[in-house]
């Protein structure tokens, strides 16, 4: 039997969701996207952290372009809501931070599946490319909602125009994502970082990326009662009683994620 391609692992509150077909650069096909989506569907109801990675020397290549057989009789619009916007969709929805571990080339639909992960860490070696018009295509998969917010107006229209590679360190210096690590450093780095977040107030980490996805859409006083519903939230948890206790204490925190 073949190996999945999308592997799964819970450990310490942390779900690795791993794209596993290295071959081709852990392209998307059909049964990758399901499973993913499965993944995510599982690893939001029992880990407190997420994080997607690729296997191999590549983070995620976008469509499989040996996938979909004759290219005219694909149907965009059916495989981009049927397919990808459920699985772009559980990332963004998802009640868990999900980090994307960007291990290598991330390119078209597979570079934006790494954008729309709440934090974006990246191994230096690691790169962005909005592929999609060196092959006849417009970015899709959230690239035209994420790229503009994230580095602004001018290098989204040059990154999507030019399809140039954007290398890790660029993109972190743009504010396309967290942080680029150096590549030796990279697989320790991250799993840190998703330890850190596993062990912290989940339920403060769902409100802020609650409250910060909405600001994309609110002005200031609809924010500003968004805040104080949250807050309201955060404030009646098991989480706040604990800092506050650790904080009077003197001690590490020990958060339930309740
Ligand atoms: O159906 C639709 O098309 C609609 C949806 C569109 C959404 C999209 O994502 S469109 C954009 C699709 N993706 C691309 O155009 C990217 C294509 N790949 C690349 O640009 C490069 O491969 C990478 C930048 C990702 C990595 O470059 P490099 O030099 O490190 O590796 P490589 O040698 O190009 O690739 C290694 C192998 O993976 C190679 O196979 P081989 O020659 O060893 O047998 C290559 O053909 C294969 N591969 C890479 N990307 C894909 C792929 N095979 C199928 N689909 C791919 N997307």
Redesign the pocket.
Known sequence: MSESPVLYDLSDGVATLTLNRP???N??NRAMRADLLAALRRAEGEARVIVLTGAG??FC????????GD?AA?D?EA??RDEYEPLLLAIYDSPVPVIAAVNG?A????ANLALAADVVIAAEGA?F?Q??T??G?MP??GGTFWLPRQIGFARAMGAMLFAD?VGARQAADWGMIWEAVPDEAFPDHWRARAATLAKGPTGAYRAVKQALRASAANGLAAQLALEARLQAGCGASDDFAEGVTAFLEKRAPRFSGH
Do not use: H, K, W, Y
């Open positions: 071959e081709v650069m392209a998307l020397r590549g290549s976008g469509q499989d372009l040996t996938d979909a290219p694909i965009f495989m981009l080339a390119a078209g639909a597979g790169s490319t592929a999609f060196r092959i295509l899709d998969a590679r």
